[in-house]
T-cell receptor
Framework: AQSVSQHNHHVILSEAASLELGCNYS??????LFWYVQYPGQHLQLLLK??????LVKGIKGFEAEFIKSKFSFNLRKPSVQWSDTAEYFC?????????????FGTGTRLLVSP | ETGVTQSPTHLIKTRGQQVTLRCSSQ?????VSWYQQALGQGPQFIFQ???????GRGNFPPRFSGLQFPNYSSELNVNALELDDSALYLC???????????FGPGTRLLVL
């Protein structure tokens, strides 16, 4: 069965600090990878996604993620965080091998950016 | 905003009752998925509907059921509510053959 691990449950950073959130998945086949963000009081929003091609993908608001197949990882990065990046971040994986698409999510990482 | 809407926003029920949650998919999207997000957890897949039929299901008991209508809107029904059903229920829609799902704001259900 697919599973997703997010090792950092809570992260506290100061503004302008660099961010890296870890995500590892367990699945042997071809997968699609996603990062979603949930700002306080708002719904889940897509931050970025990887289907194929260049393993370094860029998303909205200056975020990027790198897919490393050999490590089954899809870590999220941002060079300089802002207070407005305070949110919960979810890594997710999907596969169409089952004939339908379901997203398997990690438990999320709460990021608090102090001004 | 994704264009996916859900109603109601909040709901309080008692154990043993039944509940119906509703979702309107984004325009042009014919696939709807439902997820349960318990407090402090990531969303967990309940089931997916495509062209009015369930085409995939997660590890949830049969008392979780659903419908999809010709306009692609959807309902999630939960019978015999249990305390552990208290959670945020998320609906997500996607277009045919599209891998990306777009989420609604969710319905927060509290079972007392």
């Amino acid at each position: 069965a697919q599973s997703v691990s997010q090792h950092n449950h809570h992260v506290i950073l100061s503004e302008a600090a660099s961010l890296e959130l870890g995500c590892n998945y367990s699945y042997g086949g071809t997968v699609n990878l996603f990062w979603y963000v949930q700002y306080p009081g708002q719904h889940l929003q897509l931050l970025l996604k990887y289907f194929s091609g260049d393993p370094l993908v860029k998303g909205i608001k200056g975020f990027e993620a790198e897919f490393i197949k050999s490590k089954f990882s899809f870590n999220l990065r941002k060079p300089s965080v802002q207070w407005s990046d305070t949110a919960e971040y979810f890594c997710a994986v999907s596969s169409m091998n089952t004939g339908f698409q379901k997203l398997v999510f990690g438990t999320g990482t709460r990021l608090l950016v102090s001004p | 905003e994704t264009g996916v809407t859900q109603s109601p926003t909040h709901l309080i029920k008692t154990r043993g009752q039944q509940v119906t949650l509703r979702c309107s998919s984004q325009s042009g999207h014919n696939t709807v998925s439902w997820y349960q997000q318990a407090l402090g957890q990531g969303p967990q897949f309940i089931f997916q509907y495509y062209r009015e039929e369930e085409n995939g299901r997660g590890n949830f008991p049969p008392r979780f059921s659903g419908l999809q209508f010709p306009n692609y809107s959807s309902e999630l029904n939960v019978n015999a509510l249990e305390l552990d059903d208290s959670a945020l229920y998320l609906c997500a829609s996607s277009g045919q053959g599209e891998e990306t799902q777009y989420f609604g704001p969710g319905t927060r259900l509290l079972v007392l």
